[in-house]
């Protein structure tokens, strides 16, 4: 009778996970998490031009295309109040875009997936929309023209800063106020037969701005007084959440 044999075959070990995969993973979970709070923003954005068309004087706070539009409109309409509140859009939003990107600078080699500059440029922008919110509430949610006309600045200024302060992620094409050109990416892509996975995060974007335009109008119809605490909430929980992250790492 023969004994156990002498060798036995080994065991099948498991794979282990390396340095690199482990590392991998983190980052891939970063940009899903960016990804996330960029279409948070893109709500806000979409929120706070439905308060500045509806109820701020008629312009856009982010959509400077329109806003053109509007004041060589109201020009030949000889309509000058709508003028004022284009005009002073365009040009808040353009002060605004320059000091976000004082503020936020340009993209550097070995940035993070969500570089502290972005936060600095958020937390002024954070600055605006919480003066913004105070005066709406004191005015109980009817400004008079001036007041309209300052919180329409006021409103525009902050998303220049969004606007140019997302520019340091450094992602070509990436916004979350002027969505043409994301728009028109997502359909060229479309139609060279690429796959929706290619377009995901653009979608999203898009869909962000869309469902923030109709639950700022649903607000002022419904509760006007509520209205700023979207936009205000959002940017507030996305500070927040880039903050937590941030001190984990």
Known sequence: ?????????????????????????????????????????????????????????????????????????????????????????????????????????????????????VSAGLAIELVLYAGFAVCWWVADADPGQVLRSVLLVTLAVALGIQSSTVQRFGVGGLSTTYLTGTLTTVVIRLASGRGLREVRGSVEILLGLVVGAAAGTALLLVSPMTAPALPLTALAAVLLVAAVVARRR
Do not use: K, Y
């Open 1 to 117: 009778m023969s004994g156990p044999s002498a060798t036995s075959a080994p065991a099948t070990a498991t794979p282990s996970r390396g340095p690199a995969a482990e590392t991998d993973g983190r980052h891939r979970r970063a940009l899903r998490l960016r990804q996330t709070l960029v279409v948070a923003l893109a709500v806000l954005s979409g929120a706070t031009d439905a308060i500045g068309l509806m109820a701020l004087g008629g312009a856009f706070t982010s959509v400077m295309t329109g806003n053109l539009v509007i004041l060589g409109a109201s020009a030949s309409a000889t309509d000058g109040a709508l003028a004022i509140a284009s005009g002073g859009a365009i040009l808040a939003f353009c002060a605004g875009a320059a000091l976000g990107a004082r503020v936020a600078g340009s993209p550097q080699a070995g940035d993070p997936v969500w570089p502290r500059a």
